[in-house]
């Protein structure tokens, strides 16, 4: 399984953004998805998960009612729209796929990432 990162860039503080991760798997229904991040000088964090269905979701607590992660099994991709955006939330954003196709917060589980995609918040 092949991951695709996009939509980083740079933001102001407030703005909002949508990465997208495409998925080259022709079984992306059964995978579980998720978003990490990676801060510069801190170690990579969860952000957000879903599960193979769509129908069951997790997120880091910091970004809850600001970040929606989803994901359209009809064309491989999961999205995280980001709005509220503030500096904290800079870092390098990385997508994830773990074959079991539930949620998790832990990023061994996840075999599969994708390249990462930047996101940098102005202040």
């Known amino acids: 399984v092949q991951l695709q990162a996009s939509g980083g860039g740079v933001v102001q503080t407030g703005g909002s953004l949508r990465l997208s991760c495409a998925a080259s798997?022709?079984?992306?229904?059964?995978?579980?998805m998720a978003w990490f991040r990676q801060a510069p000088g801190k170690e990579r964090e969860f952000v957000a998960a879903?599960?193979?269905?769509?129908?069951?979701?997790y997120y880091l607590d910091s970004v809850k009612g600001r970040f929606t992660i989803s994901r359209d099994n009809a064309k491989n991709i999961v999205y995280l729209q980001m709005s509220s955006l503030n500096p904290e939330d800079t870092a390098v954003y990385y997508c994830?796929?773990?074959?079991?196709?539930?949620?998790?917060?832990?990023?061994?589980?996840?075999?599969?990432w994708g390249q990462g995609t930047q996101v940098t918040v102005s202040s």
């Open positions: 994830a796929a773990n074959h079991f196709g539930t949620i998790t917060t832990r990023d061994r589980v996840y075999e599969y």
């Open positions: 798997t022709r079984t992306f229904t059964t995978y579980g």
């Open positions: 879903i599960s193979w269905s769509g129908s069951s979701t």
